[in-house]
């Protein structure tokens, strides 16, 4: 069965799912996105994640056509058409197409686009052994610049700093920022565990405001784990005892190495692993 893809509204098979080569999503990566799951039927943090794609469209000046509640019916329809329960789903909103400039006012026809399908970002072994990482030398957005909390289509950076991290073996890169701090990985949010703290760099260190890293510390908070938003350096993932990654794709996943350091005992540790079942517990309904 072809996987059946939404635009505007309409469901079509993959090969015809057609967007204008003058759309300023293409020329420009000028638009917005979000990446979800769904778990036995039920989109995780829908509200959430519809929230954020609206304000990254207000902070780009991009109207969305149509109300939230459409949005979520669309999603749903398009999850129900690919005859999946627990999948990955992509919305995108472009600017729609225009013409060879950049002015976004002469573009006039928003496209917005529902992708669902499975995904398997990293190796399942990983999420078992844990990753591996290293630092990339490009440095996330400056936020001055384009703030990393907008989910833009421009991806350019982390995309530069993900292929750092793959011609060194390894499947993600850490990302800095502007100021040499920790801000996050190219597609997922860093955590460490110190001294039984929880520590993750806060928003304005530069990075996506996560819904995993919001739930994942409600998670903390849950089972009476310490959490503190705040900033640290590369040195302090070396001396942690423990460290892991967020994402709605990525869920949970233990990290073991920065740079060849081992961090802790080189294994995924305690707290991440306690984290680790709590999210399973709560995505699958357990
Ligand atoms: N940081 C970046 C750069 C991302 O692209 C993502 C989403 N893939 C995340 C963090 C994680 O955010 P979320 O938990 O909302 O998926």
């Given at each position: 069965m072809s996987i059946k893809v939404c635009i505007n509204g309409q469901l079509f098979d993959k090969e015809d799912a057609k967007i204008s080569v003058f759309d300023h999503g293409l020329l420009y990566g000028d638009g917005v996105f979000e990446g979800m799951r769904s778990y036995s039927g039920r989109v995780f943090q829908l509200q959430q994640h519809l929230d954020r794609l609206w304000e990254s469209a207000r902070a780009i000046h991009l109207e969305i056509p149509g109300s939230k509640q459409q949005m979520a019916t669309a999603v749903n329809e398009t999850l129900a058409a690919n005859q999946l329960t627990d999948g990955y789903i992509r919305l995108i909103v472009t600017r729609g197409s225009g013409t060879?400039?950049?002015?976004?006012?002469?573009?006039?026809d928003p496209q917005v686009i529902i992708i669902a399908d499975k995904i398997a970002?990293?190796?399942?072994?990983n999420y078992e052994q844990g990753l591996e990482l290293v630092t990339a030398s490009t440095i996330r957005n400056h936020p001055a610049a384009l703030s990393p909390r907008i989910k833009s289509l421009n991806y350019l950076n982390n995309i530069l700093a993900k292929l750092e991290g793959l011609r060194a073996g390894c499947v993600e890169a850490l990302m800095l920022n502007h100021k040499g701090e920790v801000a996050e990985c190219t597609g997922d949010n860093i955590f460490i565990v110190r001294r039984g703290v929880l520590m993750t760099p806060p928003?304005?260190?530069?990075i996506l405001e996560g819904i995993t890293r919001n739930v994942v510390l409600e998670l903390a908070q849950q089972n009476s784990i310490a959490i503190s938003e705040i900033p640290f350096t590369r040195h302090d993932i070396f001396v942690a005892d423990e460290c892991f990654l967020t994402g709605s794709a990525a869920e949970v996943i233990p990290v073991v190495k920065l740079d060849g350091r081992p961090i802790g005992a080189g294994v995924p540790g305690k707290v991440t692993n306690q984290l680790i079942e709590a999210f399973k517990k709560l995505v699958h309904g357990g």
């Open positions: 060879l400039g950049l002015d976004p006012n002469r573009c006039s970002l990293y190796p399942p072994e928003i304005d260190a530069g």
